[in-house]
């Protein structure tokens, strides 16, 4: 079994809807927790980082993490064409360098 | 704006060459990463260094190399390359364990 898991898609939602990203893990270790967006051909680039459980929000993103249920999710509200990349989580427990990805999500916004 | 930025986008090698690929970063973080992607399987990290001269190996570090001379820059080698390391190699900086890490635009190696 994997350490997180996440559905590669592709997703594909009309332009305005409200979009729901999610990761399972299984190490209740895992304190971080990261999201990623990665256009074709481009390095990921970091979303939102937040720590232990909770919500964070930044302009249309909210991040929530559940440690209880070890799930995070990313929410993305009046969705826009330009949102439409692969999004990866990522997470990391205390005193660790080493970051475990899931695979991704491919995300399609249609316009 | 952390910037990490890798010499090359593309690069086509032959197989059995030596090959260098670079990653330099601007914002004076301690620790540096070399990761591969490949469709399917993610990130999977290959060699990361926390200080100057320091280096740990990741989970994949089989026919690679790393070199950490000065904190800016982190250089991943491939030994004597082989087709099975075509790839996206992604190299990333954070500024100390367990904060975000900040990714290069990747660098699309083929290996002939």
């Known amino acids: 079994q994997k350490e997180v898991e996440q559905d590669p898609g592709p997703l594909s939602v009309p332009e305005g809807a409200i979009v729901s990203l999610n990761c399972t893990y299984s190490?209740?270790?895992?304190?971080?927790f990261m999201w990623y967006r990665q256009y074709s051909r481009k390095g990921p680039e970091l979303l939102m980082y937040?720590?232990?459980?909770g919500n964070k929000e930044d302009g249309r993103f909210t991040a929530q993490v559940d440690k209880s249920s070890k799930y995070i999710s990313l929410f993305i509200r009046d969705s826009q064409p330009s949102d439409s990349a692969t999004y990866l989580c990522?997470?990391?427990?205390?005193?660790?360098?080493?970051?475990?990805f899931g695979t991704g999500t491919r995300l399609k916004v249609l316009a | 704006d952390v910037k990490v930025t890798q010499s090359s986008r593309y690069l086509v090698k032959r197989t059995g060459e030596k090959v260098f690929l670079e990653c330099v970063q601007d914002?004076?973080?301690?620790?540096m990463f070399w990761y591969r992607q490949d469709p399917g399987l993610g990130l999977r990290l290959i060699y990361f260094?926390?200080?100057?001269?320091?280096?740990e190996k990741g989970d994949i570090p089989e026919g690679y190399s790393v070199s950490r001379e000065k904190k800016e820059r982190f250089s991943l080698i491939l030994e004597s390359a082989s087709t099975n390391q075509t790839s996206m190699y992604l190299c990333?900086?954070?500024?100390?364990?367990?904060?975000?890490?900040?990714f290069g635009d990747g660098t699309r190696l083929s290996i002939l």
């Open positions: 937040t720590y232990s459980s």
């Open positions: 260094s926390y200080d100057v001269k320091m280096k």
């Open positions: 990522a997470m990391i427990t205390s005193g660790t360098y080493k970051y475990i």
């Open positions: 190490n209740s270790a895992f304190q971080y």
């Open positions: 914002m004076d973080h301690e620790n």
């Open positions: 990333a900086s954070s500024i100390r364990e367990h904060q975000p890490q900040h």
